[in-house]
């Protein structure tokens, strides 16, 4: 979609005409697009904005703003746009290499919180190993939580994903605790692990009509689909843990799943460790979010 501008100078100005032309887009939220995007391009913080209405904006300004819209515009991310995401109050650098972290994320963060924190309660430091870490959210958020884990591993089989996580490691300081790893699911672990934390893809390339354009269009289908159903990265980790005896005896593999899948992953899981104890957990909105797994 192209946008029409007309000369904007001020701050209120700029602040209508955004918000008119991503209206004009099919957008929800445009308001809070126009604030956040115009607070970044002035280097302000978003209440700023409205303690200096008529200041004035540079051509300069201007135009990188107007870039913005039309990148609003066209559907893609304001994550992406904006070169970062908050994410368990932490910033983290995200861009097309990986997904953007999410809320629901947050209950793998805590659960796995959970388990980190019993076993050093009880005198045992964990080894914890994430499985397809992406922008290393997931790890990173660990280490800087638990600074009493001396480490943690974070694999990903893509490098592309890995720059961005090494980016992400340096700008919270764990870069001697995060170790990041190339390769498919376990193959690179260099040792048995206490706790398993995947956010692998799991959504099926039949809800490919049904997906947001936001989402669609820009985020890495590698990091968003995974068969027909969704499940077959998740079973196929599932597999080749019970197989590779890489969680040990007593240990506890979390997995975030599809709001569909607690049931058929379940039966899968009870198959392979009979004796282990499976349960779903659900995220805030209700849904079935995190498979639990205690071998």
Avoid at 39 to 63: D, F, I, K, S, W
Avoid at 109 to 138: M, N
Avoid at 191 to 204: C, F, K, Q, R, T
Wanted: include cysteine.
């Amino acid at each position: 979609m192209e946008i029409n501008w007309s000369f904007m100078t001020t701050i209120q100005e700029a602040l209508r005409q955004g918000a008119q032309a991503l209206a004009s887009a099919d957008l929800q939220g445009v308001r809070l697009d126009a604030q956040v995007l115009l607070a970044h391009v002035l280097g302000l913080e978003r209440a700023q904005l409205y303690a200096y209405p008529e200041r004035e904006l540079t051509t300069e300004q201007e135009q990188v703003y107007q870039v913005l819209l039309d990148r609003r515009a066209q559907r893609e991310p304001m994550a992406y746009i904006l070169g970062h995401k908050e994410f368990y109050g932490l910033d983290f650098s995200v861009d097309h290499r990986v997904l953007i972290p999410r809320p629901e994320t947050e209950l793998l963060i805590e659960s796995a919180l959970t388990h980190i924190r019993s076993r050093l309660a009880a005198g045992s430091v964990p080894v914890v190993a994430d499985i397809g870490t992406g922008s290393g959210a997931i790890p990173i958020t660990i280490a800087v939580e638990e600074p009493r884990l001396p480490y943690l591993f974070a694999c990903d089989i893509s490098a592309a994903a890995l720059e961005v996580a090494r980016m992400n490691c340096e700008r919270h300081h764990v870069t001697e605790r995060v170790r990041l790893l190339q390769g498919d699911l376990l193959a690179p672990l260099p040792e048995p692990v206490d706790i398993l934390l995947a956010n692998l893809p799991y959504v099926g390339t039949l809800e490919l009509d049904s997906m947001s354009p936001d989402v669609l269009s820009y985020e890495p289908h590698q990091a968003l689909f995974s068969g027909p159903d969704g499940l077959d990265l998740l079973l196929r980790l599932c597999t080749e843990t019970e197989k590779s005896a890489m969680l040990k005896r007593g240990g506890v593999m979390l997995l975030e799943i599809g709001y569909q899948q607690c049931k058929p992953l379940t039966l899968a899981l009870r198959s392979l460790w009979p004796q282990a104890r499976v349960s779903c957990k659900k995220d805030y909105a209700g849904w079935d979010r995190l498979v639990e797994v205690v071998v």
